[in-house]
T-cell receptor, first 110, second 113 residues
Framework: DQQVKQNSPSLSVQEGRISILNCDYT??????FLWYKKYPAEGPTFLIS?????DKNEDGRFTVFLNKSAKHLSLHIVPSQPGDSAVYFC?????????FGSGTRLQVQP | DSGVTQTPKHLITATGQRVTLRCSPR?????VYWYQQSLDQGLQFLIQ???????AKGNILERFSAQQFPDLHSELNLSSLELGDSALYFC????????????FGQGTRLTVV
């Protein structure tokens, strides 16, 4: 049972435009959500997180939105840069280890 | 640099063999997690330790085991290896287990031939 789903395996955007990565979850007990970025041959790197008591968290070019009623979160990157090209994983936590989605490969075209 | 160290970076071994992967968490982190990533899939949670004790188990095979030592480093033991065990194995650490980000090492790429 995949509790965290990223239904888009890949996304391509132009440099300077907005990148929107989506994630859905099924377990309403999740209370903390995170986004990680992963480059090839490296471990995932923490990007941004959000608690279930909030609906938005912003850090520089990165903003995460949480819609609890829809069990949906999204990561917005504005403006997108070529260096943002990587695989992005969303993850959820309910007091135990993180449960990860399958990832979305973002390619930012110069 | 996340502060989490994993050794070795690469490991090639034959089917039926046993290997040990090692992880040193970030200074001050008490919780260690092991994840498996196969063929560009998502990260599958294997097991978690907190301050030396097993805290949670995920999709870990009976052929696999782990432990966390008093100095907080952790080892993941994989035995009776099969071709399908070829994967990236990541270790992560965090200060606590609740509502916090985990920091990942660079992983160990295991190839079973």
């Amino acid at each position: 049972d995949q509790q965290v789903k990223q239904n888009s395996p890949s996304l391509s955007v132009q440099e300077g435009r907005i990148s929107i990565l989506n994630c859905d979850y099924t377990n309403s007990m999740f209370d903390y959500f995170l986004w990680y970025k992963k480059y090839p041959a490296e471990g995932p790197t923490f990007l941004i997180s959000i608690s279930s008591i909030k609906d938005k968290n912003e850090d520089g070019r990165f903003t995460v939105f949480l819609n609890k009623s829809a069990k949906h979160l999204s990561l917005h990157i504005v403006p997108s840069q070529p260096g943002d090209s990587a695989v992005y994983f969303c993850a959820a936590n309910k007091g135990r280890a993180l449960t990860f989605g399958s990832g979305t490969r973002l390619q930012v075209q110069p | 640099d996340s502060g989490v160290t994993q050794t070795p970076k690469h490991l090639i071994t034959a089917t039926g063999q046993r290997v040990t992967l090692r992880c040193s968490p970030r200074s001050g982190d008490l919780s260690v997690y092991w994840y498996q990533q196969s063929l560009d899939q998502g990260l599958q949670f294997l097991i978690q330790y907190y301050n030396g004790e097993e805290r949670a188990k995920g999709n870990i095979l009976e052929r696999f085991s782990a432990q966390q030592f008093p100095d907080l480093h952790s080892e993941l033991n994989l035995s009776s290896l099969e071709l399908g065990d070829s994967a990236l194995y990541f270790c992560a650490s965090s200060v606590t287990t609740v509502n916090t980000e985990a920091f990942f090492g660079q992983g160990t790429r295991l190839t079973v031939v």
